[in-house]
């Protein structure tokens, strides 16, 4: 497997938005409110690393937390959303 990326946006956003008893939709919708355009694209590039399969499960329940794993039943499926959410909010 290549490097793993770095992920900087995935993190940040669990710690200010992704918070337990949020929706997972409606703290993207709240990221694309406050945050910028850069934040955004960052954040979005991140998930689609995710998506691919190119960050290590044991790295995301770390920084993603497993809840979300088991919720969604993979962080791929889980990035996935989120890409879309995120695609959404930004209309």
Do not use: H
Not at 40 to 48: D, K
């Amino acid at each position: 497997m290549a490097d793993a990326p770095i992920l900087k946006w995935v993190p940040y956003w669990v710690r200010n938005y992704g918070q337990p008893g949020v929706g997972e939709q409606r703290a993207v919708q709240d990221f694309v409110d406050c945050e910028t355009m850069e934040a955004w694209r960052g954040f979005e590039s991140e998930l689609m690393a995710i998506a691919s399969g190119s960050v290590p499960e044991k790295t995301l329940d770390g920084l993603v937390g497993v809840a979300r794993r088991v919720k969604f039943n993979s962080y791929e499926e889980w990035a996935k959303m989120m890409v879309a959410w995120l695609a959404s909010s930004r209309r």
